[in-house]
């Protein structure tokens, strides 16, 4: 990694930003052990949910969702069965395999029949879900991994667990991967969660276990998508239906899988970060990419193409810069600078002139508008050093004169800290305090 001090320090305070921007508390996680007790216990380093991570989607209200709201759930897992057994049949999985996922298919079917209320319909819904997929061909080899782990988890939690309200996070005993409770569609990895708790445990430095423990897990549960890899969410939410993806949670993903790769100089881990650009190249609902007139945008949800989200586009756009920087990657590179170039212009659309827009026509709420403010500080920060470092090394190789002629190559990191200064006036004056010479850091 070419990291400067300063640049170092950056890095660390917007993973600081992404982890608890939007919570002044760490989540309180329920943990289910292997003995069937469940505990309640503070992370710090994982943040509150589900404030900080994705909403709801605009006039649709997932919280207290009734079942009414929702389509007819079944234990049947009839498609999903018949998808295993076509793939094993061709040679996409072995044997082993398909046995391992039929018997997380029968034991998630068996403990749906001996529940009973809230507990049965949480997980047949999950099933549900995932036998729709199936019967649409959705039930890729690739799949798999994620689908049966997340049968396996709903059905020890719905058996074992504690009841649950929205955006509960969870997580079992001997696992790092972040849960969440979205009901009437059961208990879902919560990817954001998960990887901006990646990027906390790199922050820390004193939690080698841990990184490395989730590191494995994920590299096992992404799915192949888009001409690369994803790590795809399995559940209905806003209108989009399974498996669909986040820009702002996968640029979070590389962003932490590059990090990770590069502390522990493990080569596979910065090639799934640079497997994980497939969506970024592609339109959606495959992929999250809107190639317009100024540069590309890369959207909040690939099923919603009309929606621009501002702090999802600039978290994803942070992703990217971070993955080029660490792994040199000219695809990287090329969606980052098509990403802020559009980033740039948006810009100005996503203020009102006292406030922060969540997206157009929609203000922010204060959390959000602090973690877009951040997002926007961290683009200002590594931008600012990108440049120094870049004009050290003109003016080694080439001469002072160079510096100014080789700068039109570089992003100007202008436009955000200047949106960044304007955001946190904006907030110190709706708070009623004074903002600082300085903006805090």
Not at 45 to 73: F, R, V
Not at 89 to 101: C, E, F, K, L, Q
Not at 120 to 129: G, H, K, P, Q, T
Not at 199 to 227: C, D, I, P, Y
Request: charged fraction near 20%.
């Amino acid at each position: 990694m070419r990291c400067t001090p300063v640049l170092c320090v950056a890095s660390a305070l917007v993973t600081l930003a992404l982890s608890g921007a939007a919570s002044a508390s760490a989540s309180t996680i329920h943990v289910l052990d292997s003995s069937g007790r469940v505990t309640v216990a503070e992370k710090p380093l994982i943040a509150a949910g589900p404030g900080s991570e994705l909403p709801e989607y605009p006039n649709w209200a997932l919280n207290g969702a009734s079942s009414a709201k929702l389509p007819a759930q079944t234990a049947s897992s009839k498609n999903l069965d018949a998808a295993v057994a076509r793939l094993a049949s061709n040679g996409a999985i072995s044997a082993t395999t398909r046995a391992a996922y039929k018997a997380a298919i029968i034991s998630a079917r068996r403990a749906a029949g001996r529940l009973s209320g809230q507990r049965r319909s949480e997980l047949r819904a999950v099933i549900a879900n995932f036998d729709r997929m199936a019967k649409g061909g959705l039930a890729t080899a690739s799949r798999l991994p994620a689908l049966t782990e997340t049968l396996r988890r709903n059905a020890q939690w719905w058996t074992d667990g504690s009841s649950l309200s929205y955006g509960q996070r969870v997580s079992f005993s001997g696992s790092e991967l972040v849960w969440q409770a979205y009901p009437g569609q059961g208990l879902q990895i919560q990817w954001l969660g998960t990887f901006g708790y990646m990027n906390a445990l790199w922050t820390a430095k004193s939690k080698s276990t841990e990184l490395r423990r989730l590191a494995r897990e994920v590299r096992e549960l992404a799915a192949g998508r888009a001409g690369g890899v994803a790590w795809e969410y399995l559940f209905q939410f806003g209108g989009g239906r399974p498996p669909w993806v986040s820009g702002m949670a996968q640029g979070t993903a590389i962003q932490a899988l590059a990090r990770t790769s590069d502390r522990f100089k493990d080569a596979r881990l910065m090639k799934l970060a640079t497997r994980g650009l497939g969506i970024y190249r592609t339109a959606p609902p495959s992929g999250v990419r809107l190639k317009l007139a100024h540069g590309s945008h890369y959207l909040g949800y690939s099923y919603a193409p009309g929606q621009r989200i501002y702090n999802q586009f600039y978290q994803a756009l942070r992703g990217l810069h971070d993955l080029a920087d660490l792994s040199g990657d000219k695809t990287a590179r090329r969606l980052w600078l098509e990403g802020q170039t559009r980033g740039r212009y948006e810009l100005p659309f996503s203020s009102s002139g006292s406030w922060s827009y969540y997206q157009p026509g929609t203000l922010s709420t204060v959390d959000y508008h602090k973690l877009l403010r951040d997002f926007l500080r961290g683009l200002c920060d590594v931008m600012t050093v990108d440049r120094q470092r870049e004009a050290i090394a003109l003016r080694e190789k080439k001469g002072p004169a160079a510096v100014l002629t080789d700068f039109k190559n570089w992003p100007d990191p202008g436009p955000y800290c200047v949106m960044t200064k304007r955001f946190s006036d904006y907030l110190y004056k709706r708070l009623g305090t004074t903002a600082p010479a300085t903006a805090p850091r």
